[in-house]
């Protein structure tokens, strides 16, 4: 039973980088697509998110004076979505498509299996919601828009941006749901 589920895997490997590298950047890439690649691959950056979380808290507190338990299920989710991230990284270390160029060389997150970046998108277009009604009708595109960009550069595998989604919007639906906050958003 071991020998099919390796073979199972190596050939979704298989599957997995073929289909990247053929949405990978070509040598001279188009100018505008470089930089469009580039501002996507980052969307998804814990600095930007993590400042995002804190207008978010400012603004829900301050200028609404509603309670904070939604804020925190967000914040929640997000420190989750980065903790179960590197567990499943350590423990698959499936190794980035270009581990020696670009965004990433070696270091503390050279894996890449599952995206970081799309554990975000995931667990914020589920939460976006709450805080934005239709929030989700935006959210999703960035989301699309970061993990086209992310195997575009190749930092990653289209398996891992998609295994990435689905982690953040099950842990985003989760959380919501257990903090009682499914009914309450949109």
């Known amino acids: 039973m071991r020998t099919f589920w390796l073979a199972l895997l190596w050939t979704w490997h298989h599957w997995?980088?073929?289909l990247s590298h053929l949405l990978r950047r070509k040598r001279r890439p188009h100018r505008a697509a470089a930089?469009?690649?580039w501002l996507g691959a980052h969307l998804g950056d814990s600095w930007l998110w993590a400042l995002a979380t804190g207008l978010l808290w400012r603004w829900w507190r301050v200028s609404a004076r509603r309670p904070l338990r939604p804020v925190w299920g967000w914040v929640l989710s997000l420190a989750g979505g980065a903790a179960l991230t590197l567990l499943i990284?350590?423990?698959v270390r499936r190794v980035r498509p270009g581990e020696d160029r670009l965004l990433h060389g070696p270091g503390a997150d050279r894996y890449s299996f599952p995206s970081g970046h799309a554990v975000r998108w995931g667990v914020i277009?589920?939460?976006i919601s709450r805080f934005v009604p239709g929030g989700a009708l935006l959210a999703w595109p960035l989301a699309l828009w970061t993990g086209w960009s992310r195997v575009y550069l190749g930092i990653h595998y289209v398996g891992d941006v998609l295994a990435g989604y689905l982690a953040g919007a099950l842990l985003g639906r989760l959380l919501r749901r257990l903090l009682g906050e499914m009914g309450s958003g949109q």
Do not use: I
Request: glycine share 0%.
């Open 89 to 91: 990284k350590r423990r």
């Open 35 to 37: 930089v469009l690649a």
């Open 125 to 127: 277009a589920v939460w």
């Open 16 to 18: 997995d980088a073929a």
